[in-house]
């Protein structure tokens, strides 16, 4: 038994010598599981293998390469790359960051490589604990961390593929390998073992945080986990019919299947699991009653860009522990997002993040009349503002009936905080000092329209102007060289801030130099998720949700109290957890995303200067974005929802529909 341990955890620092991960890793020879397990740095180094294969969409995650990706392939857009660019919140331009579909650019998770490594070490710590080698506590925090890292993998792939093979032990190679392929189990029987190993882990893990692991998960870390899973198969169950498919999966229930009855007993599952997290005194929104917007702004800014866990409100977090280029631990937020006109060194590319139009329109202003509804960005002099041009290239004059503006930030000044905190805005300050400039054309005294071109006019008032505000490439952060391999701009006249560090520089100058941490779960996606499955289901406590719903708007800065409908929630999920990789989820998970992207085509706002007026004043106009129209627009069909399973030829597995 020994020698199959010690081969088993040679096996294991095979693995940790080409993954880098969050937790320093000292490197061992061959040692039996015994002695590794006898000290913290031993548990450390054993259990970050298993960490490492928790399929996490993190700052270093990304759709060709996988999960915990670093140099050579890996990064919230690394090459231009992130989740929300899959969705109607982002537009990213970059040498492999267009998406041209909302699904081929989703990586699978097919992990059964992990899924053995755990099972391994369940057994290992078994035979430990028979022989009196792990103490009980030791023994049901291991147990507990295995099977909730085990059900981040299964939970990674019943929401790409539907049911899945359930394999729960590790399985001896026979002389017929048909013996050990196992067929796919339904859906809800995968939805059911992946909430199966959560309650085993919330029945292991401890309370609190250990003292030599900060970063190992607790007891409120599989709750978090359990409140998120149960709601996604809430909405999967009861949504279904919403893009029905047929075939022989579909035939078998192993995509699809669940019932009315199963869906409420999700959503019922989510409301126990929320309501005990909140239920836990230590857990608390982060500062929830600011004295006004400009510190609401700051203050939801500052718990992304300085996430620790003294913050009562973030219940897990990934740290990145060296941004020097020489590790290569860092990620690549800053590298590929900073905007133009803050880039600090020649190595940094730029402003590849595009927030839409769309999203930036979902975001309440301060009216607080009691219906919380979105403001839209106010542009034309008619209030219509459904009008949208769809190339702005083919204009050549525009009316004036347009709102004017004195400058490019006048028209966002009443917006939610939580914009100005997660989006740089045209005329935005960053990094204390620049103003973030976002034009992208003009019109000239003659009424002729220059738009996405550099050039120069002279104004009534006898200054030049320059159609992107300025004679320089630096000193403007939109809409320069679109289309071509130098376009380090927005191509939707907004940008990112969420994330990025602004009041303090990346640690190195390298494209790995950002350390600021991932916040994987915190307290208001728990509220959100309880007040959805409430209002879903009508279980649970309707006052009780309402209160999680404006307890998160009023730390915004907002003094109003909004009804609890499910749309009301659904934009508060938007804006709250914006490019927290929540949106391309729950347009899945509600079976909304066939019918927001048809051909679609995201919007950018330019601020153009027009020069026929003295002074010069702004005016935006809303376009149809430069990329999604060379693309002919996004388009998601119903059998996206489903990932084609790999390796039907030798695994003899079902295939999804239309696969």
Known sequence: MRKGLIYIIAVFL????????????????????????ATSAGVKTLMATLYNRWPMEDFVFHPNNGFNQHPGGGGNGDGGWSLSSNTDDAIIYGPSGYTTSPATQIVGNWDYTGIRYIN???????ELKAKGQLSDNDYKQLLGEAYFLRSTIYYSMVKRYGGVPLIDKVQQLPNDVT???????????????????????????????????IYRVTKWVALAQKSRVALHAASTAKFWNKAPLTGAAVDAKLVGGMTAADANAYYLLCINASKEIMDNTAFKLYKPTPANKAEAAKNYQDMFEYATFDNPEIIYLKAYIDGTAASGQGHVTDFWFYPKQSVFHSLYMSSRWGTTLDAVDVYEDYTDDGTGA????????????????????????????YIYYNNQYEPFQNKDARLTASVLLPGSMFKGSTLINMQGGMIKPDGSFIVYTDASAVGPDGVTYYSYGSPNASGYSAFGALGTAQANYSSTGFALRK??????????????????????????????NYAEAVAESGQGDAVLAAKCLNDIRKRAGHTDDIPL????????????????????????????????????????????IDLRVNPPKYIFLRVHNYYDNAANGLTFTPRMYYLEIPGVSTNKLIQNPEY
């Open 14 to 37: 095979m693995i940790l010598a080409s993954c880098k991960d969050f937790l320093e890793i000292k490197p061992l020879t061959k040692v039996g599981a015994e002695d590794l397990l």
């Open 120 to 126: 391994r070490f369940l057994e290992i710590i078994d």
């Open 179 to 213: 013996e050990v392929m196992v067929p796919r189990a339904t859906e809800k029987e995968t939805w059911d073992f992946v909430i199966s190993d959560l309650d085993k882990a919330i029945e292991n893990l401890p309370v609190n945080r250990p003292s030599d692991g």
């Open 374 to 401: 979105s403001a839209p960005i106010k542009t034309r002099v008619d209030g219509n503002e459904n009008y949208i041009i769809p190339n702005p290239k083919t204009l050549g004059t525009l009316p004036q009936d």
């Open 499 to 528: 994330y990025l560090q602004d009041s303090k520089n990346p640690t190195s100058l390298g494209m790995y130099g950002s350390t600021q941490p991932w916040v994987e779960f915190r307290l208001a996606e728990i509220y959100l």
């Open 565 to 608: 409908t499910v749309d009301n929630v659904l934009k508060e999920r938007r804006v709250e957890l914006i490019f927290e990789n929540t949106r391309y989820w729950d347009l899945r998970r509600r079976r909304d995303f066939h019918t927001r992207f048809n051909a679609t085509r995201r919007f950018s706002l330019i601020p153009i």
